[in-house]
């Protein structure tokens, strides 16, 4: 069996540090995407950073590591999409998954002007102006991440390696890279087929972007999917709760 791990924006693969901790005895891949902090190698384009493209290097990374089947894929954030889109092209190469939100049923909800308070950070993403006012500033780097990062967790506690996120965001061209994300994959509905893969869903009780309401339409985009809700916790399930994604991962192991 292997292990796969996919992180979120903004994030590095040691956002699963606590869940590699967890699994000693298990083969875990935990890669750099492309254009994501640690990942950063230049401004991809725009096709480049869609998930569907992300996915595929994911999967063109386990073919040259000789991994054809017996895979358990994780991902929170921008990891879970690009998870999806990886479930949805080879599903036969994996045995589950967890996920956390976002997932296609969330539709249109996250474009609500009641949520623009929340959402607001994905429209001034795609705006030139984000890389003018933060790209290459270590100052305004910490300032805009560490703000998310309050935000979004559910204690507003800073995470253990902000300095590691600021420096790999910090580098001239890599917070832009960043943001390439967001041009490219706009809103959360998708006329995709549903995903087959025996899946478990984290969905945190504390995320301010992701309500529990919105799970309601999960199974019609998994055909096996457990719900499990994550309490005290927010949006940086990993981080601030790698308990449960340990045992969820043991749980498609086992």
């Not at 890389?131 to 780097?141: H, M, N, S």
Request: glycine share 8%.
């Amino acid at each position: 069996m292997t292990v796969v791990l996919l992180h979120g924006w903004p994030g590095l693969p040691s956002d699963y540090d606590a869940v590699v901790a967890g699994l000693p005895d298990v083969r875990v891949i935990v890669p750099d995407l492309r254009g994501m902090g640690a990942g950063f190698d230049g401004v991809p384009a725009v096709a480049a950073s869609a998930a569907q493209s992300h996915a595929d290097r994911v999967l063109a990374s386990l073919d040259a590591a000789g991994i054809s089947d017996g895979v358990i894929i994780a991902g929170y954030d921008i990891g879970s999409r690009i998870a999806q889109a990886a479930l949805r092209t080879d599903p036969g190469r994996f045995d589950g998954a967890v996920l956390t939100p976002a997932y296609p049923g969330i539709g249109d909800r996250a474009a609500s002007p009641a949520l623009a308070s929340v959402f607001w950070y994905q429209h001034f993403h795609r705006e030139p102006i984000a890389a003018e006012l933060i790209d290459g500033d270590e100052r305004a780097v910490r300032a805009y991440l560490s703000y998310l990062w309050r935000e979004w967790r559910a204690d507003a506690a800073p995470p253990p390696h902000l300095d590691e996120i600021v420096a790999a965001y910090a580098r001239p061209g890599a917070f832009a890279a960043s943001l390439q994300w967001y041009v490219a994959n706009r809103g959360y509905a998708a006329d995709a087929e549903p995903i087959t893969v025996p899946t478990t869903m984290l969905w945190p009780d504390s995320d301010p972007l992701f309500p529990l309401e919105w799970a309601d339409k999960l199974f019609e985009h998994f055909t096996d999917v457990q719900l499990q809700t994550v309490p005290s916790c927010g949006h940086f399930v990993p981080v601030e709760r790698p308990d449960a994604v340990v045992r969820a991962l043991r749980a498609h192991l086992n």
